[in-house]
């Protein structure tokens, strides 16, 4: 059995050591934006990742669950060019944005096995 690659995060003490995320199968979705709490993507029990790309010049909100995500109620803020990529999360994700200038979305790739 070949041994796997193992990802270290020195970011914090006693570093966390895994293998790194496997999956063979990226589906891209675009949500565009919008400032009414929406679902980003819909809860999948196969997801290993998701990646979300704020595209949009305000600011956006996301939560994890399927509550109603505000400026104070969220996981992530996200300002435009962010990158957030979310592992071993399987459930709803909902966004919001700070304002609707109607100048982006949020660009994801959901990978599962």
Known sequence: MASQPMTVDSRRAGSVVRPPTQGTSPTTARVNDTATSTMLRPSNPSRISLTIINESSAVL??????????????????????????????????????TDPNDGAAQMTEVTP
């Open 61 to 98: 909100y996301v939560l994890k669950g399927n509550g109603t995500a505000s400026a104070s109620n969220y996981t992530y803020k996200l300002i435009q060019g962010d990158t957030l990529t979310i592992d071993d999360y399987t459930g709803q994700v909902n966004g919001v944005w700070a």
